[in-house]
């Protein structure tokens, strides 16, 4: 797992002081990649006609520790690549290109995309089972392609500037903002996705020239002969038809199956050259993935890692102790009290490139330091929820259905303020904090309900966090805030991936696994894994994302994921001869932080210091009055506002950030 960071132009102006600048945008990335890094830089002498490149990269070494330093060259110095990630397959692809007649040096996987971009172009991508983000430099074509993973794994920024004749790029956005050419200007999407979705969604990001590639997705930047750069943007992977032979499977023929491509999928991410251990939360995605590592390799070879709270409530150590126990593995497990989240919380938020308000990334970020001494790599069971329904969301679809037909939902208005007057509890998923949320979500449809359900603030709230001026700019004026409607673009984009994952003849299930792995899976958790690992220098593996896992899992009949209430039904199945009964009956739980206690708690003067009336004043499009009145609502009781306050401080933090991002 590495870093990559650079830019093509046609502008000699942006090539001014190139080895430096470029230093420093990839030693921003340090932390993804202590063991080595490298510079590339391709200047012709036409350079306006031509364009030039730089790339940058930084390594931390997993396969093939002595060789694979980039960036990397073919046989002739002609096509350059800088790759983050693992490619799962490139053994076999390996023996594909050898047949072809290509000749390999060393052997990492990143040679063999040298050499499949050589054979296939971008028909590479579709063959590649990993995760990644890289840039191929094709100084023959002067052409730059741009590629990221099927589910985001591994996010991938790139500023458009100079009416797209400069392209700058790179595999964080603090890499990105360290080219001068970059404006270190909010995009006001990018900040009202924060607060919708709780994340920033992809194509957006925090910073107004700056996108993300969404999952899937390829750029090709291109130098025509005597004529301007030319930037196609297309997708490889997308919303596709069930296989009609996976989905005819009978239950029997679906449990061989599934044993079988979660078995094959696991072997491949156990493949490293450094110590490799397991997230184990004592779930039943990451006790499965356990599992099957046990059957693969000498459980008490196996390192597994948990983290708990000193609050019960939250705590879940003990479920991940007793699968470790059954198993066999080495287990490892710490509590993390509020006064150790205190301390570490500052420095935290002060070290996120992107703001991100999933409480969660705070435990994660210690399990990953945790777990980091003593492992590189970790597998992890990220994927299940999405992709087998595990979410009780996907129960509470029909019943909103329900709600519908009975003509409940037309009294929302009168629901909502019923349930806003329900006693304020800060406890786990406590009843009040579902029915507000059920209740919230019953105003709109499709995908944007589920937005509501699983989001960050209610819609009524967004006034109370955005300026009067800021609601213009995203051309939702006050009044329509008040009536609980969404940026407009937000709604759209939402939609839009729910019409493309709607299928004939298939239930809604379809579109919602669709819509989940898209956002809050693609967008939010696998960004904030990333995040939370590659800060402590260790790559995370999802054995659960295997597209040959996806597809059967995609292709299933709901009656073999839900059942009434019972989530992740095949899976569970399949846990029952490898897992002990009290897990594979246990009920969904997340990885929750008592946050909304710590807000007024421990972390109060945090709080209160970091969304002071003076400082919240110095961001012109936040609603000063609006965040007071949350801050105050929630220290004194009246309500819950963990989730806006969270992603407040997440703001913040992430401010202060954004004016060192340019500083040498």
């Known amino acids: 797992m590495c870093g990559i960071a650079g830019w093509v132009s046609t502008l000699p102006t942006r090539f001014a002081d190139a080895d430096r600048t470029l230093t420093r945008m990839r030693d921003r990335l340090t932390h993804r990649g202590p063991d080595d890094a490298g510079n590339f830089l391709d ?9 030039g490149a730089a790339l940058g990269f930084r390594r931390l070494s997993i396969i093939d520790l002595s060789g694979g330093h980039q960036p990397m060259t073919n046989e002739d110095g002609t096509v350059w690549i800088v790759f983050n990630g693992e490619i799962y397959n490139h053994q076999e692809l390996r023996r594909e290109l050898q047949a ?8 990492s996987d990143t040679e063999v995309l040298l050499h499949g971009w050589e054979a296939w172009q971008d028909g590479l991508l579709n063959r590649l089972n990993g995760m990644f983000d890289f840039a191929v430099w094709d100084q023959n ?6 590629a990221r993973d099927r589910h985001g794994k591994k996010p991938l920024f790139v500023g458009v500037l100079d009416q797209g004749r400069t392209l700058v790029f790179g595999s964080e956005l603090s ?26 969604t992809s194509p957006r990001s925090m910073l107004r020239d700056v996108h993300t590639l969404e999952p899937g997705q390829f750029w090709r930047w291109r130098v025509p002969e005597h004529a301007a750069p030319t930037l196609q943007i297309d997708s490889y992977v997308g919303p596709r038809r069930a296989d009609s032979q996976l989905s005819g499977l009978s239950q029997t023929a679906a449990l061989r199956e599934l044993d079988a491509r979660i078995h094959a999928a696991v072997d491949r991410r156990l493949m490293a050259d450094v110590p490799l251990g397991i997230f184990l939360s004592g779930g039943i995605d990451s006790s499965l993935i356990a599992a099957y590592a046990a059957r693969l390799r000498n459980p008490a070879d196996l390192d597994t ?13 003990s479920h991940a102790r007793t699968v470790a ?13 509020p006064e150790t989240a205190l301390d570490a919380l500052p420095k935290l938020l002060a070290r996120m490139d992107q703001p991100l308000a999933d409480p969660s990334i705070l435990p994660t970020w210690f399990l990953a330091q945790f777990a980091r001494e003593r492992v590189t790599v970790a597998l992890g069971g990220d994927g299940g929820d999405e992709w087998f329904l595990g979410y009780p969301t996907f129960f509470a679809h029909d019943v909103g259905r329900l709600c519908d037909w009975l003509g409940i939902t037309k009294a929302q208005g009168v629901l909502q303020a019923v349930a806003q007057r329900l006693p304020t509890s800060h406890g786990y998923m406590s009843l009040d904090f579902q029915i507000k949320r059920f209740v919230s979500g019953l105003g709109h449809t499709g995908g944007m309900r589920h937005v509501t359900w699983i989001g960050g603030v209610a819609t009524q709230a967004l006034p109370q966090l955005l300026s009067a001026d800021a609601l213009h ?12 409607h969404h940026d407009p673009q937000l709604v759209a984009q939402v939609q839009d991936v729910w019409k493309q994952w709607r299928r004939a003849g298939r239930d809604d299930m379809d579109a919602l696994a669709g819509l989940y792995a898209r956002f809050y899976l693609g967008d939010g958790v696998l960004q904030k894994v990333d995040r939370a690992s590659m800060l402590n220098s260790l790559e995370v593996r999802a054995p659960l994302l295997d597209p040959a896992v996806v597809a059967l899992a995609h292709a299933l009949p709901t009656r073999l994921k839900l059942r009434g209430r019972e989530t992740k039904w095949i899976l569970r199945r399949l846990a029952e001869s490898q897992l002990p009964a009290e897990i594979v009956q246990r009920p969904k739980r997340g990885f929750a ?11 109060r003067g945090f709080l209160t210091d970091a969304l002071a009336p003076a400082r919240v004043a110095q961001l012109p499009y936040l609603n000063g009055s609006g965040v007071q009145r949350l801050v105050k609502e929630h220290l004194d009781g009246r309500a819950d506002h963990r989730k806006p306050l969270w992603a407040l401080l997440c703001l913040t933090s992430w401010t202060d950030r954004l004016a060192e991002m340019h500083r040498d």
């Open 175 to 200: 890499a990105v903002a360290a080219h001068p050419a970059v404006t270190p200007e909010v995009d006001l999407h990018g900040l009202a996705s924060l607060f919708t979705f709780d994340y920033v």
């Open 305 to 317: 890692f948990s983290i708990g709270f000193a609050d019960k409530r939250f705590d879940e150590s």
């Open 100 to 107: 072809l007649g290509h000749v390999f040096s060393n052997h």
């Open 43 to 51: 200047l012709p002498a036409d350079l306006e006609r031509l364009g």
């Open 325 to 337: 126990q059954f198993l066999g593995t080495r287990h490892h497990e710490r509590i993390l009290t």
């Open 141 to 146: 074509r002067r052409e730059l392609l741009l």
């Open 593 to 603: 932080v008592p946050i909304g206690q710590w807000l007024r708690g421990p972390l």
């Open 473 to 484: 700019q995203l051309d939702q004026p006050r009044e329509s805030a008040l009536a609980g």
